[in-house]
Structure formats: structure tokens, C-alpha cells
């Protein structure tokens, strides 16, 4: 298990990824785009179906009467959606190819007929592989040893599986194509920065931004990594400066839709929903049986403890993660809705296992060859894709226990 190549991990996975969403989708089982995700989805039909970008039609008219997501501005009385638009521009090629296919099908293009939910679920798909290979690369950076397991394990073992096949429409298989992506750029930048670097680098944060602003945290790992590697970023202050100039023309898309909708250039879009940074529950995060990381995905629990690993191969890395993974739960635990509502585990850490893959990867270099490693990362995916079966089967409640 431990010989397993990168190319053949990435080649089964991607095969059982075709196959569950297949198997999913043909039974019946729910549709793709549905609930928040639905919500990241919709300016895509707002703009080309409906014509309207402030949604004053609302969404299809068989969907959903008033979702959650849709928001009115109070001062301009415009309705607008509360969720950034960066997850809908990924996802736009396939739309477009799917709003074609209907309309030469002769089928209804109404943005959610079958062609655009099989569009979709291909996109996450599409996505969460391209992820997937980034993260090879970032370990192939790194490691020698164990590469193809850690891969297969980070799929399985945490619900990435889940959120770029089940609930392929939400944002997080995306964000973790960029934070993956990311993490490779900024490497490659530190060890031979330039314009080219820079350039890519300053477009994938800007990304990460568009997808989720929150995730703004995890641009920490850039300073950081570089201050860690002796390689502080000062001397390379013009393609800095480059990146930071890409990323916020990048960004600015978002606040031009903010603009268009609302009348005001920066919105907070969630109302009532706020943060109590008074009482944060750090504690049911990590291991509550609710939506618990630890409790739903107990690989990270081996990944986290690979961290002591990855000092002693690559303390560059250690700090940074370290650093963004800690401020993240933070917010996380200051969240009101800590446990973020329906999902298989805490999806508000599933781009974030970037990181922990970097301790599994570490742990994997020391103890490949040690057959307790092999027990206990295939106990840890075990358990993870039982609990997944059993809340794809409906028997694990959408919004937990």
C-alpha cells in the first residue's frame, strides 16, 4: 500500500469518483445543485437565463421560492446573493456547455434540468482531481516516500471525497484546488521567483479571495513561509507587488457585483449571522459528535501528530500551517453556527487539508515501511468512508447529531 505511485492513487480515485456520482445521481439519490451550493450557483442562471444579476426575478421558478441566500440591501431594497461570485466563474465552462446541450436536446434550459446537473457534478469532479494533483505536486516537493497513500488517504480519509462528488456544487472542492495550487506557487517562489510566479501567484490568491473571502487567512502562509526559510519576500518586493496588484484587480470582480446589486461597493451580506468572539467552542469543533474535524475524519488526528514529523524534515512548513490551520479555528469556533449547518463533518476546514496533508506526508516519509502506519491510515479511511455511506444512505442526519 505504501508503494502505491501518485499517477495510480490519482487513477483509482478518479475512477471511484465516476462511479459514485454516477451511481448517486442515476439512483435518484439527490439532486447536485441543491441547498447552500445552490446559492454559489446561481448567478450563473441569473446572468445568462434570466438576464438579471441582482436575481429581482429570484431562481428557478421550480427550485426554490425564497432560498436562504437570497438577501435585501436594506438602503436600495435590490435583491442580491449573500455568497461571493469566484465559486460560479469556475463553474461557468461547464454551464455554458450544458446550456448548449439543452437547448440542441430540446430540453428545458432553465439552468437546473439534467444537463446542467450533470455539468456540475462533472465540474466537481474536474476540480477536486485538479486539486488533487496539485497537492501531489506540493508533496512531490517535499517527500519521496508514500506520496500515493497520502493521496488516497487525504481523498477518503476526510470528506474531500464527499464535497467534489455528493455535494460537488458548494465552494470547497474549488478552495482546495487554490489552496493546493497555492501552497506550489509559493514554494516555487521562494526557491526561484519570477514574473511567471508571481503572476500565477497573484492570480490564485485573488481566486482564493473571489471563492471565499474568508479564506483570506490562509495568504498568512506566504510571509510566513518565507520568513521560516530565510527567504523573506523583501528583496522580491516588485513581483510581490505584482501578485498583490493581480490579486486585487482579481478581487475587484467581486466587489463590482456588490456594486451592480446592492448600489455600495463593500456589503456584509450575511445580516444577522455574526461572530461572538466572547465565547468561542474551540473543543466542539475539533471533536464534538455533531460536526466534530477529529470525531468525523480521524486520519487528521495521524496527520496532526505527522506535524512533529514535519519539523524535524521540513520546518519551513511548520510554522505557517501551524499558523493558518490555528486561525482558522479561531474563527471557526467564533462562528455562531460553528458546526456550519448540513454537511458530512466540518466542511469549514475541507480546503485546509492541504495542510494536514503536509504532517500525513511527513509522518509517511518516517514510517512508510512501518506496518502500524499502514493499520492506522486504513483505519482512519475506513471509518471515514463508513460514516460517508451511511450519511449519503441518509442514516447520519444532514445537520448531525
Known amino acids: 500500500m505504501s508503494r502505491l505511485s501518485p499517477g495510480s492513487a490519482l487513477r483509482f480515485i478518479f475512477v471511484i469518483a465516476i462511479i459514485a456520482s454516477a451511481t448517486m445521481y442515476a439512483a435518484g ?51 442580491f446573493d449573500k455568497f461571493p461570485v469566484g465559486t460560479a466563474l469556475f463553474m461557468l465552462p461547464f454551464f455554458l456547455v450544458a446550456h448548449a446541450s439543452a437547448h440542441v436536446l430540446s430540453l428545458q434550459a432553465d ?50 471525497f464527499h464535497y467534489f462528488t455528493f455535494d460537488a456544487v458548494f465552494s470547497h472542492v474549488y478552495s482546495f484546488f487554490l489552496f493546493a495550487s497555492f501552497v ?12 511567471r510566479v508571481a503572476m500565477f501567484l497573484g492570480l490564485v490568491m485573488g481566486a482564493i479571495m473571489l471563492v471565499r473571502p ?51 461597493y463593500v456589503v456584509y451580506a450575511y445580516g444577522h449571522e455574526h461572530f461572538d468572539l466572547t465565547s468561542p467552542k474551540p ?44 486561525l482558522q479555528l479561531a474563527l471557526v469556533a467564533s462562528w455562531w453556527n460553528w458546526w456550519y449547518g448540513g454537511s458530512f463533518g466540518h466542511r469549514a476546514f475541507t480546503e485546509y487539508s492541504v495542510f494536514f496533508a503536509l504532517g500525513l506526508g511527513a509522518l509517511a516519509e ?15 479511511v475506513a471509518l471515514s468512508v463508513v460514516a460517508m455511506a451511511l450519511y449519503w444512505a441518509h442514516v447520519i442526519p444532514y445537520e448531525g447529531f
Open 283 to 326: 473543543l466542539q469543533v475539533l471533536f464534538s459528535l455533531k460536526k466534530g474535524l477529529f470525531f468525523w475524519s480521524p486520519l487528521l488526528l495521524l496527520a496532526t501528530w505527522g506535524f512533529r514529523a514535519l519539523k524535524r524534515q521540513q520546518s519551513r512548513d511548520l510554522t505557517p500551517s501551524l499558523a493558518v490551520l490555528s
Open 29 to 79: 439519490l439527490r439532486h447536485v445543485i441543491r441547498s447552500d451550493g445552490a446559492g454559489y450557483y446561481a448567478y450563473l442562471p441569473a446572468v445568462f437565463i434570466q438576464g438579471n444579476l441582482s436575481m429581482q426575478r429570484g431562481v428557478a421558478p421550480d427550485y426554490e421560492i425564497a432560498p436562504e441566500w437570497l438577501r435585501v440591501d436594506p438602503a436600495s431594497r435590490q435583491i
Open 366 to 380: 518516517e514510517s512508510h515501511d512501518k506496518q502500524w502506519f499502514k493499520i492506522a491510515t486504513a483505519l482512519g
Open 111 to 160: 439552468g437546473f434540468s439534467a444537463p446542467y446537473q450533470i455539468a456540475i457534478a462533472i465540474a466537481g469532479i474536474v476540480f477536486g482531481m485538479l486539486g488533487l494533483y496539485m497537492l501531489r505536486r506540493v508533496l512531490e516537493q517535499r517527500f519521496t516516500h508514500g506520496v500515493g497513500l497520502v493521496l488516497l488517504a487525504m481523498a477518503f480519509g476526510t470528506n474531500l
Open 184 to 195: 506550489w506557487l509559493v514554494t516555487r517562489f521562494f526557491e526561484s521567483a519570477s514574473v
Open 214 to 264: 474568508t479564506n483570506a487567512i490562509v495568504l498568512l502562509y506566504l510571509p510566513l513561509h518565507g520568513l521560516c526559510a530565510n527567504t523573506p519576500g523583501l528583496r522580491h518586493w516588485k513581483l510581490l507587488l505584482l501578485s498583490a496588484f493581480l490579486a486585487a484587480g482579481l478581487f475587484s470582480i467581486q466587489i463590482l457585483c456588490w456594486k451592480i446589486t446592492t448600489g455600495h
